[in-house]
Structures are given as C-alpha cells and as structure tokens.
C-alpha cells in the first residue's frame, strides 16, 4: 500500500531556550537555570511529528546562510523528513527565543528570518511541477500570500489542506472553504470567530460558524482539557487529554496537529487520530525542547497501552 505523501509548507527556527523560575516582570532581569538550543519552527516541528507517526513527509520550507541551517537541517533528516525543497535564503535563518517557568508555560518572540522571504515563485517550483500530494500542511509563520496561494493551488487539484492558524492571525471569510481542517487552540479560535471562548456553550458556536464558513472539519485543542472536533456532517467528538506531569509545554501543539494528520492520511478512524494525537502531545510535555521532545510511533502506542 501506497504511504500518501504530505507536503509540510512552513517555518523553521532555531530554538533559543531559556528556563526560568517565573517569566520576569517588565524591566526585570532574571538568571536562568538552564540553555538549551533546538531544531524548531512550527512547519518542521509538524513535519517531525508527523514523520514519527508515520507518514511519508516532504517539507517545503526555507534557511539561511549562517551556521544555523545545518542543525535545521539535519534534524529533518535525521527524522525522515524529505528536505530536498528546503531552499535557502540569503538571510539568517528563523530564530524563536522561548522562555519557559516552573509550570512548563513558555513565551515565545520570533524572528522569522528565512521564513519571510518564502514566495509565490517558491511554491510555483514544487507544488505539482516536482511533488504531487496527497495533502498539504499550513501554519502562519511564514508571509499570508504565500500560505493563502499554496491553499488555492491545493483547492485546484483537490488536494485536502490541513491549516493550523497559529500563531493568532485574522483571515477574511473567503479563504475559509479552501481548508478542509482547521486545527486551533482557544486564541485562535477567539480571532477567527471573534468569539471569547469559555466552557460549554461558546465553543460550540465558535464551531458551528467556522464549520458554516464552508471548513469540513475544525478541531480546537484546549491543553489540559482535551479537544473539541465537528465535521460539516454534524459529527462531534471530545476527546479528553492525559494527566501527565508538564515540565515544557513547547511543541506539545504542533506534535498534536502532525500526528493527526498522518494518521488521517493513513486511513485511521477520526477518533483513533484524535486519541493518538492528544497522547503524542501529553508525552511532549513532559520533555524539554521542539523537536526533541516528540515521540515516535512506538513510544505513542506503549503511552496509549498503558492507558487503556
């Protein structure tokens, strides 16, 4: 049997961490316990994820000329990532400097780097002239135009785009029938609908306007309260998360979303997808770093065993 292809577009970052007791207050100066430096980025986080679970990955993204870009990289490879439309930019690569407290919480400033130079053009040289998949994978961290023009070559072709609108960024109506997943968290939820999210009532409206915007199917991840999907065809689904000890709470989104994916395009049911994916995140955060911290398919099924 054939292993679909799915074709990551997106970031990659050099991870710039820093652990701290409590984030520091304005104009405070805090000492860190530790330092670490990590292969990131949403796109290649994703593409990592959903690699380990599985699927067969071709990441289309960008890196610079410093000495950053062999890390980014390498780590792809090491993960079976296909990096062979990794192109390079004459400008550093993605940096994203993540502070991360006590309570595994992180903030995060980017420097986008390489990914804001990723073009139409870019896109115009892979998608379908060296690569026909199966799906595509979207994030926001690289430019709007690039991210919105790989959706409608997909829509084109009948290829499903999965889109993770993260980080929080408004979109116009129109652009919401190209996407046949919608993976958010509770922010992003709030921006696309513009609805505050709170328990019960109000995320089942958030849902039911994206879904009446024209999506097949969204799914909102609420952390420590598990997630909430529904399909065009009414199908609704919680699936509750797993009581684990966090310590780093990085990565834990985008190991949900790759793993899911890889599973959908592997043919397994809906809820089996959602279950594997909120038991790769739980193992995340229980781990330092990006990329580093996912899991392997293995390790997700002996989680799972143990589990059930």
């Known amino acids: 049997m054939k292993n679909p292809i799915l074709l990551v577009v997106g970031s990659m970052n050099m991870d710039i961490f820093t652990y701290v007791e409590n984030h520091p207050k304005p104009g405070e100066t805090l000492k860190s316990t530790k330092v670490m430096y990590c292969s990131g980025g949403k796109g290649a986080n994703q593409a990592v994820a959903a690699s380990l679970s599985g699927g067969n990955v071709y990441m289309l993204g960008a890196v610079g000329t410093d000495p950053f870009r062999e890390s980014l990289l390498l780590s792809l490879k090491e993960n079976q990532v296909n990096i062979d439309y990794v192109l390079e930019k004459e400008t550093n690569s993605g940096l994203a400097f993540i502070t991360v407290d006590t309570q595994g919480e992180n903030h995060i400033i980017l420097s986008e780097g390489a990914n804001g130079l990723m073009e139409k053009r870019d896109i115009k040289e892979v998608l379908l002239k060296s690569i026909t998949p199966d799906a595509v994978l979207l994030q926001n ?108 709470t990085t990565a834990a989104g985008d190991t949900f979303v790759g793993s899911f994916v890889s599973k959908r395009l592997l043919s397994e049911t809906i809820e089996n997808s959602l279950q594997f994916a909120t038991a790769a995140s739980a193992i995340t955060v229980t781990r330092y770093g990006a990329q580093v911290s996912i899991p392997s398919k293995i390790e997700i099924e002996e989680f799972l065993s143990r589990k059930l």
């Open 141 to 248: 961290e690289i430019p709007w135009e690039t991210t919105k023009y790989v959706m409608e070559m997909a829509n084109e072709h009948n290829i499903p785009v999965y889109y993770n609108a993260a980080p929080a960024e408004k979109i116009s109506e129109e652009v919401f029938p190209l996407i046949h997943t919608l993976i958010v968290n509770e922010v992003e939820l709030s921006t696309l609908t513009g609805i505050e999210y709170e328990k019960g009532t109000n995320i089942v409206l958030a849902l039911d306007q994206l879904i009446n915007y024209g999506i097949e199917e969204v799914i909102v991840t609420l952390g420590k309260e598990g997630s909430h999907y529904k399909n065009a065809s009414e199908k609704s689904i919680f699936t509750p998360a797993y009581q684990v000890e966090t310590v780093d």
